[in-house]
C-alpha cells in the first residue's frame, strides 16, 4: 500500500515527467502509450486503495462487534491516535483474543502480540476471524438444539407409564421433567394445606 507521502512524491513526480516530455515532440503511437500507462498506474493505485479502505472497515467491523469499547475507532481517533496504529492495535488485540497461544507461536514465532506486524500479522487475523465464526456457529448450534429439547421433551417425564429412552440424554431430560413435575406438585399441595 501507497502512504500519502509516496503518492504526493509520485504525483510531482510524474507531473515533472509531463513537463519534461511537454517540451519533446511525441508521436501519437507515444502519447497514447503514456496514457494508458499512467491510465494503468491510476487504476492500480485505486484498486489499492479500495482493498486497504476494504480491510480497514472489515477490521473495524470485527473489533466494534468483538472487541471492548476501549478499541472504537472513532473514539480513538478523536482522542489523537492516527489510523495506522488504531487499525494496528486492534488486529492485534483480535489476533491476541481469538488466536490460541500455541497457534501464534506456530506461525509467528514468538508469543507476544505486540511485536507482529505485516504479512504474518495479517495470517493471524485471518485464523482470528475463522476462530470467531466458528465461535458463533458454536453457539448457534447449541442454541437451536437446546430450543428443541425445550420443545420436543416437555412431555417426556420417566412418570409416564409409556415412556422409552432411545438414547441417555433422552433418560436424564425425562428425569428432569419428573423432578420438576414432582416439585410443582409439592409446592402446590404445600400451598393448598396452608390455605
Known sequence: TLSLKDYE???AYKESKTQDS???????????????ADTQAREEQDQKLLLEAT?????????????????????????GYSLKD??????????????????????????DTQHLDGEVLEQLVNLAKVNIKKRIQA??????SDI??????EELSILDPNFSPNNFTELNIAIV???????????????QKTA
Do not use: C, G, W
Not at 89 to 100: C, D, F, G, N, S
Open 9 to 11: 512524491e509520485y504525483m
Open 22 to 36: 511537454a517540451t519533446k515532440q511525441l508521436s501519437i503511437n507515444e502519447r497514447i502509450s503514456r496514457e494508458l
Open 55 to 79: 480491510r480497514i472497515n472489515e477490521i473495524d467491523t470485527l473489533a466494534s462487534k468483538h472487541l471492548s469499547a476501549h478499541f472504537n475507532k472513532d473514539t480513538l481517533l478523536a482522542k
Open 86 to 111: 488504531i487499525m494496528q492495535a486492534q488486529r492485534r488485540e483480535l489476533v491476541r483474543k481469538y488466536v490460541p497461544a500455541d497457534d501464534i507461536y506456530a506461525i509467528a514465532k514468538v508469543r
Open 139 to 144: 453457539n448457534t448450534i447449541n442454541s437451536k
Open 148 to 153: 428443541k429439547l425445550n420443545l420436543s421433551n
Open 177 to 191: 421433567n419428573a423432578y420438576k413435575l414432582r416439585r410443582e406438585q409439592f409446592y402446590n399441595l404445600r400451598k
